[in-house]
């Protein structure tokens, strides 16, 4: 009698083991930084395919970051805060295979080479486009008033209303 029970747990479990198995076409790999080796805690990566966004993830604590996908070639983009973007292209993924894809991060060097100073600006008398109202205070006004606490100076402005 057990006998009978038992065929159709088998049969369930080579089918679903051949689901898993083949449902198991991903993107990993670690993201680390190019000149100290330290892992990247929350690089965001970025899957395209043909220009089209299909796919984005975080890396964990390690670094490490998995992707499930379909088969097929895709463009990655790796990214971190201070960082110049990484891209790598065409990467080919086959049905049932875990693609490994790591990425080493290099430190921006940006400089700033030019910033414009605005200096002798003054302000219009009226607004055209400007539906509602209010009004700016020059740092001269501002010296030139009888206190130094901002809610004070809020209370001398008119139009404004201020609670403590």
Same mark, same amino acid.
């Given at each position: 009698m057990k006998k009978f029970y038992a065929i159709p747990w088998v049969i369930c479990f080579l089918f679903f083991q051949n689901i898993t198995i083949h449902s198991q076409t991903s993107l &990993? @790999? %670690?993201? &680390?930084? %190019?000149d100290t080796g330290e892992e990247m805690i929350a690089a965001n990566i970025m899957i395209? %395919? +043909? @220009? +089209? /966004? =299909?796919q984005g993830a975080t890396s964990d604590i390690d670094g490490d970051y998995s992707?499930?996908?379909d088969a097929g070639t895709y463009d990655l983009e /790796?990214?971190?805060t201070g960082y110049p973007t990484k891209k790598i292209k065409d990467v080919v993924v086959k049905e049932a295979e875990i693609k490994v894809v790591d990425a080493k991060l290099e430190l921006g060097r940006m400089m700033i080479t030019y910033?414009? =100073?605005?200096t002798g600006y003054k302000i219009p008398? =009226? %607004?055209?486009d400007e539906t509602s109202t209010g009004i700016t205070i020059t740092a001269e006004q501002i010296r030139n008033l009888p206190t130094r606490k901002i809610n004070q100076m809020m209370l001398m402005t008119p139009g404004v209303s201020f609670t403590q």
């Open positions: &990993t @790999g %670690k993201i &680390t930084d %190019k395209s %395919k +043909n @220009g +089209n /966004f =299909i992707i499930r996908v /790796f990214s971190y910033c414009p =100073i605005l008398l =009226i %607004k055209q």
